[in-house]
């Protein structure tokens, strides 16, 4: 699965539905031709339904002719109100053998605006007897942003208070030894005496 030319969309209500327009190549990217709709709702409670125009045989022989020179099968996703427009593709071939039977993963941004789009196949569904190839058997998963972890400033900032504070009443106490905290000082007054002494003999 691959995603490309990713454009964010605008900011807007998280209210709402949005309207993808589904379009295809059948001839790896020179021309587009309508296949459905993709209807998002910008809340994470509802579910994302596709309307898709039947595919006609010889689109169906022009994938088919896609996978027998191992080409790719390319879509673009087009927001009908927010300014967005996204492609992907697959290999051909495995959409073939599994008999158009594909998930389209939609990216959603924290403001409910589609941000990518990733395109695949279901192989596992490869044995497909009495599957009509007029239509996409499509399955639409919407992926959300999610919160990454933030750092935990609280206790950061009551750590830093309470050193301030020990230092502050003289609790704080030295671990390092006197050579260790003065060596820069001994090791070269060691040296001019060592060179003195030599010079005296």
Same mark, same amino acid.
């Given at each position: 699965? &691959?995603? !490309?030319?990713?454009?964010?969309? !605008?900011?807007?209500?998280? @209210?709402?539905?949005? *309207?993808? /327009?589904?379009?295809? !190549?059948?001839? =790896?990217?020179? #021309?587009?031709?309508? /296949?459905?709709?993709v $209807? =998002?709702? *910008? $809340?994470?409670?509802?579910?994302?339904?596709?309307?898709?125009?039947?595919?006609?045989?010889?689109?169906?022989?022009?994938?088919?002719? =896609? &996978?027998?020179?191992? @080409?790719?099968?390319?879509?673009?996703?087009?927001?009908?109100?927010?300014?967005? @427009?996204?492609?992907?593709?697959?290999?051909? &071939?495995?959409?073939?053998?599994?008999?158009?039977?594909?998930?389209?993963?939609?990216?959603?941004?924290w403001?409910?605006?589609?941000?990518?789009?990733?395109?695949?196949? /279901?192989?596992?569904?490869?044995?497909?007897?009495?599957?009509? /190839?007029? *239509?996409?058997?499509?399955?639409?998963?919407?992926?959300?942003?999610?919160?990454?972890?933030?750092?935990?400033?609280?206790?950061?900032?009551?750590?830093?208070?309470?050193?301030?504070?020990r230092?502050? #009443?003289?609790?704080?106490?030295?671990?390092?030894?006197?050579? !260790?905290?003065?060596?820069?000082?001994?090791?070269?007054?060691g040296?001019?005496?060592?060179?003195?002494?030599?010079?005296?003999?």
């Open positions: 699965m &691959c995603s !490309s030319d990713l454009v964010a969309g !605008s900011e807007v209500d998280l @209210e709402g539905e949005m *309207r993808l /327009r589904l379009e295809h !190549s059948l001839d =790896l990217g020179r #021309t587009w031709k309508p /296949r459905g709709l $209807s =998002l709702t *910008r $809340s994470r409670s509802g579910s994302p339904t596709i309307q898709q125009d039947v595919l006609s045989s010889d689109d169906y022989e022009k994938i088919k002719e =896609l &996978c027998s020179n191992n @080409e790719l099968y390319m879509i673009k996703v087009i927001g009908e109100v927010d300014p967005v @427009e996204l492609q992907s593709f697959v290999s051909a &071939c495995p959409l073939v053998e599994s008999g158009m039977a594909e998930t389209l993963v939609v990216h959603v941004d403001r409910g605006s589609v941000v990518a789009v990733n395109q695949g196949t /279901r192989l596992e569904e490869a044995i497909y007897k009495g599957r009509n /190839r007029e *239509r996409f058997d499509t399955k639409i998963v919407v992926q959300n942003m999610e919160n990454g972890p933030t750092p935990d400033t609280a206790a950061f900032i009551q750590k830093v208070e309470e050193e301030k504070a230092k502050m #009443t003289g609790e704080t106490t030295e671990n390092k030894s006197f050579f !260790s905290k003065y060596w820069m000082y001994i090791v070269p007054v040296i001019f005496m060592l060179i003195n002494s030599a010079a005296g003999t």
